[in-house]
């Protein structure tokens, strides 16, 4: 079972800047997508960036060319540079992470969260 335990969210006015950190409990060599999803209140979770299998990143529509997804594999680590933050990217972080075992199953894995307001 992989653990992702997140860092670094908070409260930042409009026009600001965050960086989210995600540590892995096991190598990131070995996980076939990790990122960062995020649920708003009394909305679905969604994608926010996530690094897939061949080393592809994914971003949604609402955060490209603000946010950028970086991952150190030395250190088991994902990070996601926010910047120009918005209030509707207020929002619950959750680092993400899918596996695939030797025996074909596939299991999905989430942090706890840390949340990010943004004030206007």
């Known amino acids: 079972q992989v653990q992702l335990v997140e860092s670094g969210g908070g409260l930042v006015q409009a026009g600001g800047s965050l960086r989210l950190s995600c540590t892995a409990s096991?190598?990131?060599?070995?996980?076939?997508?990790i990122g960062w999803y995020r649920q708003a209140l009394g909305k679905q979770r969604e994608l926010v960036a996530v690094f897939n299998s061949g080393g592809t990143i994914n971003y949604a529509d609402a955060v490209k060319g603000r946010f950028t997804v970086s991952r150190d594999n030395t250190k088991n680590t994902v990070a996601l540079q926010m910047t120009s933050l918005k209030p509707e990217d207020t929002a619950v972080y959750y680092c993400y992470a899918a596996r695939l075992y030797s025996d074909a199953t596939k299991y999905y894995y989430w942090g706890q969260g840390t949340q990010v307001t943004v004030s206007s």
């Open positions: 096991e190598s990131t060599f070995n996980l076939n997508a």
